[in-house]
C-alpha cells in the first residue's frame, strides 16, 4: 500500500508541470507539452532508480525549480537561465523576493511541494531493468522529437515551447558554445551607432523649463496606460493606470517606446547615459563606467552638473543592491539617497523599501527643498513598491485578481495624486517631467510586452506638442531628449533620436527581453533570434506590436544580430589590459557592535566581479579609524566567488588601528581561470566604531593573447 501511496504522489511531483499546461492551454502548447513530459519522465526514473537518499535531492531540486519558474513566469514573463543563478548569492535579493511568501499561484505550488515530501517520506518498490529501458527511450524519444519539431512553432514563446529546466539546460549549452565561438563583430547601423538630430523640431526654441524631473515607475509596461494600448492597437487588460491617465491629460504620450532589457540596473543605464543596455547577461554597462570614466562623464546626470544644474538621486530601495551607491555617484549624480533619506514609516510591511504612497510624498517634499534653494536642478526617480514580492497588504490584494495588479492599482493613485500635487505646487509650468519605466515585467498576452516600456513627457510647451508621438523611440532616447530640449551641446558618445524632433524614417531599435534579440531596421525588417538559436524575420512596422503575419525562419540574420549585439555590448570596454576599479572614496562607515551577516555588514559594494582567465588582480585598501573602542578596531577581508567563500587566496591580517590612526592592506592573486560574481567582504566591528574609507582599488590585470 505504501509503494502504491509513493507511486501515486511521484507521478504528480514528476507530471504536475504537464497537466497544469494542458488544463490551461489546451493542445495550444504542443512542444511545450513535449517538453513538460520528457523532462517529468526523466525525473520519474531518476527518482525510482536511485538509491532513496538521492531521490530526495532530486525532487527537492526539481519542485523548487518548477516554483521558482513559475514565480519569474507570473512576474517577469520569461523562464530563469543560468546567469540568474547570480541572484543565489545574494541573500538581500532572495530574502527580500520572498519575504512573506506571497506566491503568485499558491494552490499549485501547495500541490507541488505537498506531493514531492510525501514521495519523498514513502519508500518505493524498485521496477524492472526493462522499465528502466523503455522508459529511457520514450524519455530520449519526446525529447529528441522536440529538438525535431522545435522549428515549426518557434513563432511561439519561449515559455510556450520549454519546461523550465529543459529551458536552462538549453541556455546554459548554447551560451557555452557562445563564449568558445564568438561571432564576428559587425559594422554597426547608423541609428544604432549616432544620435539623430537632423530632423524638425517642434519647439521654437530652447524649452522654458529650468528644471528636469525623471518618474521611473519600477517594471511598468506601456500597455497599462489606456490610451497608450489603445494606439498599439492592445485590447484592455485587467489592470489600467486610469488615475495616472486622467493626471496627465494633456501629456505627449509616446505608444511605440522600448525598453531594451531586464534588470533595473540595465534600464537605468540606458535612461542615464544615452547608450544600448548590453544584448545579453553578461556585467551591466553600469558596472564598466568604472573602468571607463571619461563615458561615465557623458551620462546625463555628469553632463547636467557640468552645465550648471544640481543633480540628485532618490530611489524607494536600499541602495546597496546592485551597487547603486556608488554607480550613481559615477554617473554624475551629486546626492545619491535610498530609503535611509525616508522618516515616514510604511504603513505596511515591505521588504524592498518605502511603499509608492510613501515614497511619492517624500518625493514632494524633496522637491519642494530643492525649489527653496532658486537653483536650477535635475532629479531621478525610482520606485520599488511593484517589485515581487509588492508592495500592497494582504486586504487589498484580495480584491483584484493578483498580488501585482493590486500593487499596480496603488502605485496609480501614488504617482497620480503626486503629479497632481506638482501642478498644484506651481512645478509643471518650470519643469521638464519624463514618466518612464526601468523594464517591464511583461503579459501573457505576449512575449513582446516584456520590450514595451512607459513614454510620457510633460512640458510647459505642452501646446506645442502632439498628444500621440509617433515613430519608434526607447530609453535610450531619455538623455538626448533631455539635452535637445534644453539646447545644450552633446557629446558623440550618446545615441539617439529627440521626443522633440518629427522623423519621417524607421527607427532602428533593439531589445533583448525573455531569451529573445529583437531587431528592428530602417528598411522595416523585423528579426528575432531566442537564446536557443531559432530565428525569424518579417517585415513590421516597428519592433513592438503583434509578430508580421509572414514571420518566416531565418538563417542569416541571426550571426548579423549577434555579431551586432556583440560589438554594442563591448563598447565601454577599453583596449587598455590594465583597468581599476574604485569601491571608496572617503566615505564614513559606522561599524556594528558584532558582526551578524557577512553581507548586510559588508563596508564595500564590491560584488559581482568578473575576472578573466590568465588576469592578476591587485587589491589596495586605506582606510582611518574616526572612531575606536579601547582595544581598537581590526578589519577582516573575506573573498567570495557566488557565495562561496574562496581559500585559495591569500589576504594578509589586518593591523589594529585606534581612534586617528590610519590602516594600509595590499595583496595581489592570479586567476588561471576566469572567476565570475566574485565578491569582496570587507567587515569589522565595534562599539561606537566608525572608520572612514580612504581607498578600496582592484586593478585587473590581463595578460595579452
Same mark, same amino acid.
Not at 504537464?18 to 526514473?45: F, H, K, M, N, T
Not at 557555452?176 to 544604432?192: C, E, H, I, Y
Not at 544620435?195 to 509596461?221: H, Q, T, Y
Given at each position: 500500500?505504501?509503494?502504491?501511496?509513493?507511486?501515486?504522489?511521484?507521478?504528480?511531483?514528476?507530471?504536475?508541470?504537464?497537466?497544469?499546461?494542458?488544463?490551461?492551454?489546451?493542445?495550444?502548447?504542443?512542444?511545450?507539452?513535449?517538453?513538460?513530459?520528457?523532462?517529468?519522465?526523466?525525473?520519474?526514473?531518476?527518482?525510482?532508480?536511485?538509491?532513496?537518499?538521492?531521490?530526495?535531492?532530486?525532487?527537492?531540486?526539481?519542485?523548487?525549480?518548477?516554483?521558482?519558474?513559475?514565480?519569474?513566469?507570473?512576474?517577469?514573463?520569461?523562464?530563469?537561465?543560468?546567469?540568474?543563478?547570480?541572484?543565489?548569492?545574494?541573500?538581500?535579493?532572495?530574502?527580500?523576493?520572498?519575504?512573506?511568501?506571497?506566491?503568485?499561484?499558491?494552490?499549485?505550488?501547495?500541490?507541488?511541494?505537498?506531493?514531492?515530501?510525501?514521495?519523498?517520506?514513502?519508500?518505493?518498490?524498485?521496477?524492472?531493468?526493462?522499465?528502466?529501458?523503455?522508459?529511457?527511450?520514450?524519455?530520449?524519444?519526446?525529447?529528441?522529437?522536440?529538438?525535431?519539431?522545435?522549428?515549426?512553432?518557434?513563432?511561439?514563446?519561449?515559455?510556450?515551447?520549454?519546461?523550465?529546466?529543459?529551458?536552462?539546460?538549453?541556455?546554459?549549452?548554447?551560451?557555452?558554445?557562445?563564449?568558445?565561438?564568438?561571432?564576428?563583430?559587425?559594422?554597426?547601423?547608423?541609428?544604432?551607432?549616432?544620435?539623430?538630430?537632423?530632423?524638425?523640431?517642434?519647439?521654437?526654441?530652447?524649452?522654458?523649463?529650468?528644471?528636469?524631473?525623471?518618474?521611473?515607475?519600477?517594471?511598468?509596461?506601456?500597455?497599462?496606460?489606456?490610451?497608450?494600448?489603445?494606439?498599439?492597437?492592445?485590447?484592455?487588460?485587467?489592470?489600467?493606470?486610469?488615475?495616472?491617465?486622467?493626471?496627465?491629460?494633456?501629456?505627449?504620450?509616446?505608444?511605440?517606446?522600448?525598453?531594451?532589457?531586464?534588470?533595473?540596473?540595465?534600464?537605468?543605464?540606458?535612461?542615464?547615459?544615452?547608450?544600448?543596455?548590453?544584448?545579453?547577461?553578461?556585467?551591466?554597462?553600469?558596472?564598466?563606467?568604472?573602468?571607463?570614466?571619461?563615458?561615465?562623464?557623458?551620462?546625463?546626470?555628469?553632463?547636467?552638473?557640468?552645465?550648471?544644474?544640481?543633480?540628485?538621486?532618490?530611489?524607494?530601495?536600499?541602495?546597496?543592491?546592485?551597487?547603486?551607491?556608488?554607480?550613481?555617484?559615477?554617473?554624475?549624480?551629486?546626492?545619491?539617497?535610498?530609503?535611509?533619506?525616508?522618516?515616514?514609516?510604511?504603513?505596511?510591511?515591505?521588504?524592498?523599501?518605502?511603499?509608492?504612497?510613501?515614497?511619492?510624498?517624500?518625493?514632494?517634499?524633496?522637491?519642494?527643498?530643492?525649489?527653496?534653494?532658486?537653483?536650477?536642478?535635475?532629479?531621478?526617480?525610482?520606485?520599488?513598491?511593484?517589485?515581487?514580492?509588492?508592495?500592497?497588504?494582504?486586504?487589498?490584494?484580495?480584491?483584484?485578481?493578483?498580488?501585482?495588479?493590486?500593487?499596480?492599482?496603488?502605485?496609480?493613485?501614488?504617482?497620480?495624486?503626486?503629479?497632481?500635487?506638482?501642478?498644484?505646487?506651481?512645478?509643471?509650468?518650470?519643469?521638464?517631467?519624463?514618466? !518612464?519605466?526601468?523594464?517591464?515585467? $511583461?503579459? *501573457?498576452? /505576449?512575449?513582446? @510586452?516584456?520590450?514595451?516600456?512607459? &513614454?510620457?513627457? +510633460? #512640458?510647459?510647451?505642452?501646446?506645442?506638442?502632439?498628444?500621440?508621438?509617433?515613430?519608434?523611440?526607447?530609453?535610450?532616447?531619455?538623455?538626448?531628449?533631455?539635452?535637445?530640449?534644453?539646447?545644450?551641446?552633446?557629446?558623440?558618445?550618446?545615441?539617439?533620436?529627440?521626443?522633440?524632433?518629427?522623423?519621417?524614417?524607421?527607427?532602428?531599435?533593439?531589445?533583448?527581453?525573455?531569451?529573445?534579440?529583437?531587431?528592428?531596421?530602417?528598411?522595416?525588417?523585423?528579426?528575432?533570434?531566442?537564446?536557443?538559436?531559432?530565428?525569424?524575420?518579417? !517585415?513590421?512596422?516597428?519592433?513592438? $506590436?503583434? *509578430?508580421? /503575419?509572414?514571420? @518566416?525562419?531565418?538563417?542569416?540574420? &541571426?550571426?548579423? +544580430? #549577434?555579431?551586432?549585439?556583440?560589438?554594442?555590448?563591448?563598447?565601454?570596454?577599453?583596449?587598455?589590459?590594465?583597468?581599476?576599479?574604485?569601491?571608496?572614496?572617503?566615505?564614513?562607515?559606522?561599524?556594528?557592535?558584532?558582526?551578524?551577516?557577512?553581507?548586510?555588514?559588508?563596508?564595500?559594494?564590491?560584488?559581482?566581479?568578473?575576472?578573466?582567465?590568465?588576469?592578476?588582480?591587485?587589491?589596495?585598501?586605506?582606510?582611518?579609524?574616526?572612531?575606536?573602542?579601547?582595544?581598537?578596531?581590526?578589519?577582516?577581508?573575506?573573498?567570495?566567488?557566488?557565495?562561496?567563500?574562496?581559500?585559495?587566496? *591569500?589576504?594578509?591580517?589586518?593591523?589594529?588601528?585606534?581612534?586617528?590612526?590610519?590602516?594600509?592592506?595590499?595583496?595581489?592573486?592570479?586567476?588561471?581561470?576566469?572567476?565570475?560574481?566574485?565578491?569582496?567582504?570587507?567587515?569589522?566591528?565595534?562599539?561606537?566604531?566608525?572608520?572612514?574609507?580612504?581607498?578600496?582599488?582592484?586593478?585587473?590585470?590581463?595578460?595579452?593573447?
Amino acid at each position: 500500500m505504501k509503494n502504491i501511496i509513493a507511486s501515486f504522489f511521484l507521478l504528480i511531483a514528476c507530471f504536475l508541470p504537464a497537466v497544469w499546461r494542458l488544463v490551461y492551454q489546451g493542445l495550444g502548447e504542443p512542444i511545450g507539452l513535449l517538453s513538460d513530459l520528457g523532462c517529468g519522465l526523466g525525473i520519474l526514473l531518476l527518482s525510482l532508480f536511485s538509491p532513496h537518499w538521492v531521490r530526495i535531492p532530486v525532487l527537492i531540486l526539481w519542485v523548487l525549480a518548477q516554483a521558482a519558474a513559475r514565480e519569474l513566469i507570473l512576474t517577469m514573463q520569461r523562464l530563469p537561465n543560468w546567469q540568474d543563478l547570480q541572484y543565489l548569492a545574494d541573500p538581500e535579493f532572495i530574502a527580500n523576493s520572498t519575504s512573506g511568501f506571497n506566491l503568485s499561484s499558491p494552490y499549485l505550488i501547495g500541490v507541488f511541494i505537498l506531493s514531492t515530501l510525501l514521495a519523498c517520506c514513502f519508500p518505493t518498490r524498485r521496477p524492472g531493468r526493462q522499465w528502466l529501458l523503455r522508459g529511457s527511450a520514450v524519455c530520449v524519444a519526446l525529447l529528441l522529437a522536440h529538438t525535431v519539431v522545435n522549428s515549426r512553432f518557434d513563432k511561439q514563446s519561449v515559455i510556450a515551447r520549454y519546461n523550465p529546466m529543459h529551458w536552462f539546460a538549453v541556455d546554459s549549452l548554447t551560451s557555452a558554445l557562445q563564449r568558445q565561438s564568438l561571432p564576428d563583430a559587425a559594422s554597426l547601423p547608423t541609428g544604432l551607432n549616432e544620435l539623430e538630430l537632423d530632423a524638425p523640431s517642434l519647439l521654437a526654441k530652447k524649452g522654458r523649463a529650468k528644471n528636469v524631473l525623471i518618474v521611473i515607475l519600477e517594471g511598468i509596461p506601456g500597455m497599462y496606460h489606456p490610451e497608450i494600448g489603445k494606439t498599439m492597437n492592445m485590447a484592455s487588460t485587467d489592470i489600467e493606470m486610469h488615475r495616472l491617465a486622467a493626471a496627465t491629460s494633456e501629456a505627449m504620450l509616446i505608444p511605440d517606446f522600448t525598453a531594451h532589457s531586464h534588470q533595473t540596473i540595465r534600464g537605468l543605464y540606458s535612461i542615464l547615459c544615452g547608450d544600448f543596455s548590453k544584448l545579453s547577461w553578461d556585467t551591466p554597462k553600469a558596472f564598466e563606467l568604472q573602468s571607463n570614466p571619461a563615458r561615465a562623464q557623458d551620462c546625463l546626470p555628469s553632463l547636467m552638473s557640468q552645465f550648471g544644474w544640481s543633480t540628485h538621486f532618490l530611489q524607494a530601495a536600499g541602495l546597496g543592491f546592485m551597487g547603486k551607491d556608488r554607480i550613481m555617484p559615477r554617473m554624475g549624480f551629486q546626492q545619491v539617497h535610498g530609503t535611509e533619506w525616508f522618516t515616514e514609516p510604511n504603513p505596511y510591511p515591505f521588504e524592498w523599501g518605502v511603499v509608492d504612497k510613501v515614497f511619492f510624498q517624500g518625493a514632494a517634499k524633496y522637491i519642494a527643498q530643492l525649489r527653496a534653494k532658486k537653483h536650477p536642478w535635475m532629479l531621478t526617480l525610482l520606485t520599488v513598491g511593484t517589485h515581487q514580492p509588492y508592495a500592497v497588504p494582504d486586504d487589498v490584494a484580495s480584491h483584484f485578481g493578483s498580488r501585482k495588479d493590486a500593487t499596480v492599482d496603488l502605485l496609480d493613485q501614488a504617482v497620480a495624486e503626486f503629479i497632481e500635487q506638482l501642478r498644484r505646487d506651481g512645478v509643471l509650468k518650470d519643469t521638464l517631467v519624463i514618466i !518612464t519605466s526601468d523594464e517591464s515585467h $511583461g503579459s *501573457p498576452l /505576449a512575449d513582446w @510586452v516584456s520590450s514595451w516600456g512607459l &513614454g510620457m513627457v +510633460l #512640458a510647459p510647451e505642452q501646446k506645442r506638442l502632439p498628444r500621440i508621438k509617433e515613430g519608434g523611440f526607447g530609453l535610450v532616447d531619455i538623455t538626448a531628449s533631455v539635452l535637445d530640449y534644453l539646447q545644450v551641446k552633446m557629446p558623440p558618445t550618446l545615441i539617439g533620436r529627440s521626443f522633440f524632433r518629427v522623423y519621417d524614417t524607421p527607427r532602428e531599435m533593439v531589445s533583448y527581453t525573455t531569451s529573445k534579440r529583437r531587431w528592428h531596421t530602417v528598411d522595416n525588417r523585423r528579426y528575432e533570434c531566442a537564446d536557443d538559436g531559432r530565428c525569424r524575420v518579417g !517585415t513590421a512596422p516597428s519592433l513592438l $506590436g503583434p *509578430p508580421p /503575419a509572414e514571420f @518566416v525562419a531565418d538563417r542569416d540574420g &541571426g550571426p548579423r +544580430l #549577434a555579431g551586432i549585439a556583440r560589438v554594442l555590448d563591448q563598447k565601454l570596454l577599453t583596449d587598455e589590459t590594465t583597468k581599476t576599479l574604485q569601491f571608496a572614496n572617503g566615505e564614513r562607515r559606522k561599524l556594528p557592535e558584532k558582526i551578524t551577516n557577512e553581507w548586510g555588514d559588508n563596508l564595500v559594494g564590491a560584488q559581482y566581479l568578473d575576472f578573466p582567465a590568465k588576469s592578476k588582480v591587485q587589491v589596495a585598501i586605506r582606510y582611518t579609524a574616526l572612531k575606536a573602542p579601547p582595544a581598537g578596531i581590526q578589519l577582516k577581508l573575506l573573498v567570495k566567488e557566488w557565495e562561496y567563500t574562496q581559500h585559495d587566496i *591569500p589576504i594578509p591580517v589586518f593591523p589594529v588601528v585606534h581612534k586617528g590612526e590610519e590602516g594600509e592592506v595590499e595583496f595581489e592573486f592570479a586567476n588561471p581561470k576566469a572567476r565570475q560574481y566574485f565578491s569582496f567582504h570587507l567587515l569589522g566591528e565595534g562599539k561606537n566604531a566608525e572608520i572612514r574609507m580612504d581607498e578600496f582599488n582592484v586593478t585587473i590585470d590581463q595578460e595579452e593573447g
